[in-house]
C-alpha cells in the first residue's frame, strides 16, 4: 500500500496550503488504497532521521509504494496515474501532452505565482524595486496562453481531467485570494471546476482533520 507523508501540524494560517494536497488530491481520483503519515512540522520532525531518510530535501509530499521512495510533486502525480492506469491517457500522444503540462504548470506558470505569495506572506522582505510588479506581468502572460488553450476545452491536456490538472489548478489555488485570475473567464471556470470534484473535496477534508482545523477555517 502506498504511503504518503504529508504534513500534520504546522504553523497557523498555513493549513492545507502544501503541495501533498497534489499527492492526496491524485489517490483520492484514483482509489488506490493508502495511508498517511502526518508530520509535525512545528515540532521539527521533517528535520528527524526518519524523514532525512526519505526526503533529500527534507520536504512532503513523499510517498513510499512497496520500498520505492518517490519524492517531487509532479513525479509522484505521475507515478499515482501510471499505477491506477487512470488520470493519464495510454496512447503515447496523450501522455506526452500531460507531461508537456505537467511541467508547464510547475516549471513555467509556478514560479512567479509562488514567488508572489511569498512576497505576500512576507516571507522575501519588503517589496523593493517592484520585484512583485515584474512577477505578476509574468503571471498575466502564462494566464493569457492558458485562457487561449482553455477555449473550447475543459481540462488542460486532453478530453478527460489528468494529473496536469492536479497540478495546475494547485498551482492556481496559491494566489486565489488575489484576484490575478479575475481577467480570465475560461480559467475561472477552469478553476471552479476542477475544485469541485469530489475527490478534492475529500481531499480537503481529511487535510482539515489531519490539521486538527474546520474545513471552514481553510484560508
Ligand atoms: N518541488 C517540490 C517542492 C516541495 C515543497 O516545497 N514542499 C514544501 C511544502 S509545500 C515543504 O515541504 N516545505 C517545508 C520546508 O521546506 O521546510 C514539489 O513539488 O514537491
Do not use: N
Amino acid at each position: 500500500m502506498i504511503t504518503l507523508h504529508a504534513f500534520g501540524r504546522v504553523h497557523p494560517g498555513m493549513a492545507c496550503e502544501g503541495r501533498d494536497l497534489r499527492a492526496q488530491w491524485a489517490l483520492e481520483e484514483t482509489g488506490l488504497p493508502y495511508r498517511v503519515h502526518k508530520l509535525d512540522y512545528v515540532a521539527g520532525e521533517f528535520d528527524g532521521p526518519a524523514h532525512r531518510r526519505i526526503s533529500t530535501f527534507r520536504q512532503v509530499p513523499v510517498i513510499e509504494d512497496e520500498g520505492l521512495v518517490v519524492a517531487e510533486s509532479g513525479a509522484i502525480v505521475l507515478y499515482i496515474a501510471e499505477k491506477a492506469g487512470k488520470l493519464i491517457p495510454t496512447d503515447f500522444a496523450g501522455r506526452t501532452q500531460v507531461v508537456q503540462w505537467c511541467f508547464a504548470a510547475l516549471a513555467t506558470v509556478e514560479r512567479p505565482l509562488f514567488e508572489i505569495t511569498m512576497i505576500d506572506i512576507g516571507l522575501r522582505g519588503p517589496d523593493i524595486g517592484g520585484a512583485r510588479a515584474a512577477l505578476v506581468k509574468e503571471a498575466h502572460r502564462w494566464f493569457a496562453g492558458l485562457e487561449q488553450r482553455l477555449d473550447g476545452r475543459e481540462w488542460i491536456a486532453c478530453d478527460d481531467f489528468t494529473v496536469a490538472d492536479i497540478l495546475l489548478a494547485s498551482v492556481l489555488r496559491q494566489v486565489r485570494e488575489t484576484g490575478l485570475i479575475d481577467p480570465y473567464p475560461r480559467l475561472q471556470s477552469y478553476y471552479a471546476r476542477a475544485f469541485a470534484r469530489p475527490a478534492w473535496q475529500r481531499t480537503l477534508r481529511q487535510c482539515a482533520e489531519r490539521q486538527g482545523i474546520a474545513v471552514s477555517d481553510i484560508r
